[in-house]
């Protein structure tokens, strides 16, 4: 669907333009277009990953590296499943590289989930009373990093989608300080805007690092960042002594 110059004096690709349809509204017209012209989406699809979201963990790890071979990591509202597939090379959970620890990946979800070769995938709510147990029992211990790239279903309304995804990533920490091994890695998405502070605060003592990031595949003109919180102190651990808040 990409038009190309082909007049002899090389090849430059052109926007794709895309006609509105009878009974489709003008903003799901605009969607289709960005995706279609979006460089991220048509590298997913070359290198066989789920979605464009699979960058964005690459890129966090690409400069932060807490997915190291042999680790256990828990991928939170995992659907698609990009993110595990990453996860999946990056801790070796595949055994490709004989040298190297194996790692494990365990990827929940409230919906179902098609198998991703490496990944163990489970249809599960993290908030309920036993999620925990039941992830460090199918983990066979503690996790090493706890990921999240959910977001709340969006009501149009930029302060109260704001909020949404704040409860919904201050729920995942929750989850993630009663699974995670001392020294244990913390990532996820928040919307920029202004009432995540207490939830900062709570991170900056209970991790040795905290970085707020927006990575290069995240789009301009999203609100999106992605918190990584390096470092875990452990429950009772927690101290405002030692930040490195980047």
Excluded at 153 to 175: N, P, Q, Y
């Amino acid at each position: 669907m990409t038009e190309k110059n082909t007049s002899g004096r090389g090849q430059r690709e052109l926007r794709v333009r895309v006609k509105t349809a009878k009974g489709r509204k003008l903003s799901s017209t605009l969607w289709l277009e960005r995706q279609l012209n979006d460089p991220y989406v048509q590298r997913a699809k070359r290198e066989g990953y789920r979605g464009r979201a699979a960058y964005k963990i690459l890129e966090l790890d690409d400069k932060y590296g807490f997915l190291k071979p042999g680790a256990r990591v828990v991928d939170l509202g995992c659907a698609p499943g990009g993110w595990c597939q990453v996860a999946v090379v990056r801790v070796n959970a595949l055994g490709q590289n004989p040298k190297k620890p194996v790692g494990t990946v365990l990827g929940v979800d409230l919906q179902e989930v098609e198998p991703i070769a490496g990944a163990e995938i489970h249809q599960l709510d993290f908030l309920a009373d036993d999620a925990d147990e039941k992830v460090k029992t199918w983990l066979g211990g503690p996790a090493d990093v706890v990921m999240s790239d959910m977001a709340a279903a969006a009501s149009g309304h930029k302060g109260t989608d704001h909020l949404r995804i704040i409860a919904l990533v201050e729920a995942a920490l929750a989850f993630a300080f009663d699974v995670l091994e001392d020294g244990g890695t913390f990532v996820a998405k928040v919307l920029a805007g202004g009432a995540e502070n207490e939830m900062q605060t709570l991170l900056k003592k209970s991790f040795r690092k905290v970085a707020n990031v927006k990575p290069p595949a995240s789009r301009a003109d999203s609100s999106e960042k992605f918190v990584v919180a390096m470092g875990f102190r452990g429950r009772g651990g927690q101290s405002d002594q030692d930040d490195d808040a980047a």
